[in-house]
């Protein structure tokens, strides 16, 4: 960003609308012209670069007039590429009726040359045969962010780039979520307070188990890159790149995308929209697994109210619940273990159990707490209500036996599965 010590603060509010997110255009060169003394504390020259496809296409100072900074400034197209050789400053609307009140007066501008730029370098790539080129890029004159340059490498090869975006922006794919993850915590059945030192370890368990990274998922939108290479009026190789958004990567998954190549008659805009059934129909996934997964937390919360933990109230990711066996009468039957459900970008949940008395090694001043892990299988279009009832089987015969330390489940005495034991 511009350092606001170097530059007249009058021109701020310009050269903010200038340097935004999209990257097109980056300020440098701040100087202050006529300052003999030194002085640059009060600029009011400067250089834009304009970027197409993330290459420099030109070049402009911006010269305002120090004394008088409402007037409109002077714009200097240094060393014009072909597109802009016919291009004359005194059709730029903007400048010809500056309005000094408008920080964006000097944005709207720049982009009417970034326009006119555009314009004649699509009638260069005409010019240079390739026509079912220049067809495509206006077939995908609606898609946002549309780019394209083309760039000249002498005896008759040629590279064309370009470059528009993908917008998955539908709102019930979308979310935002906070940049830190929320936990709705809730007290211990207050009835199970028997064993308090063991209950001020969970914390330090459920710390070192960790948890999922955050998610922001925003609006999902990607970018697509292409770049002909030309000899001879002929396009000879094509090289292709689908750039995801931190946003669309979230909300796609982990799973591998299957994107077909761009074939030698098909256009640009069909393959484009091919792309965009595939990403789509991975966006649709993810928000029934989404939806799946909150459902299916906010059930299992519900139906273990008094052993809950905390919950992932955000994502619904996870939940961790205490369980003891109430009907303890001596320390050697007050058993309890921890269970934590994890439910991410797969459709196949775990339920992991950690020990708060035990250690991985057996040895007492190891701090990594004993642990299983368990899967959960059932069918991900089967009722939430159906999928609590086999995660609290599997509750029944899998932790009793885990909190005892017993290797094998056992067939009879205390540890048998039953509505008593644990609370279930």
Known sequence: MVQSKR??????????????????????????????????????????????????????????????????????VLSPTPSLKLLRLRDVDDLVHWDAVDP???????????????????????????????????????????????????????????????????????????????????????????????????????????????????????????????????????????????HALSCLGS??????????????????????????????????LDNKKKRLCLALVQAFPGQLLEYDSTDFSTASFYFENKQATTKKDAICAVAIFQFFDTKVPTLTFLSPTRSKSGQQDDSVPDSKEVPVKFEFLSPVESNVQEIRSILRAQLPPFASGVVSSPSQGSLKSGTGFFGF
């Open 104 to 246: 964006k007066a000097l944005r709207r501008a720049l982009d009417s040359i970034l326009h006119f730029f555009l314009k004649r370098e699509c009638e260069r790539i005409q010019r240079a045969g390739l026509e079912a080129l220049a067809f495509d890029i206006g077939m995908l004159s609606h898609y946002p962010n549309l780019e394209y340059c083309l760039s000249d490498e002498g005896h008759g090869d040629a590279k064309v780039f370009l470059q528009f975006d993908l917008d998955f922006g539908d709102k019930d794919v979308s979310k935002l979520v906070g940049p830190d993850r929320t936990n709705d915590a809730m007290a211990v059945d207050g009835e199970a307070n028997q064993h308090n030192d063991q209950k001020r370890t969970l914390s330090g368990i459920l710390e070192y188990f960790g948890g999922p990274g955050n998610n922001a998922l925003k609006r999902a939108k990607a970018r697509i890159s292409l770049i002909y290479s030309i000899e001879h009026e002929a396009i000879v190789n094509v090289e292709k790149k689908l750039v995801l958004s931190e």
């Open 7 to 76: 530059i007249c603060t009058e021109l701020l509010p310009a050269l903010y609308h200038i340097q935004t997110d999209d990257q097109r255009y980056r300020v440098s060169n701040l100087r202050a012209p006529g300052a003999w003394d030194g002085d640059t504390s009060q600029c009011s020259v400067f250089t834009v670069a304009a970027s197409v496809c993330s290459r420099t296409v030109f070049e402009v100072d911006v010269l305002f007039d120090a004394v008088s900074l409402t007037s409109a400034p002077d714009l200097l």
């Open 255 to 288: 799973g591998p995308l299957d994107i077909p190549p761009l074939g030698a008659t098909q256009s640009v805009m069909e393959w484009a929209l091919e792309v965009h059934e595939i990403v789509k129909r991975r966006l649709d996934s993810m928000k029934e």
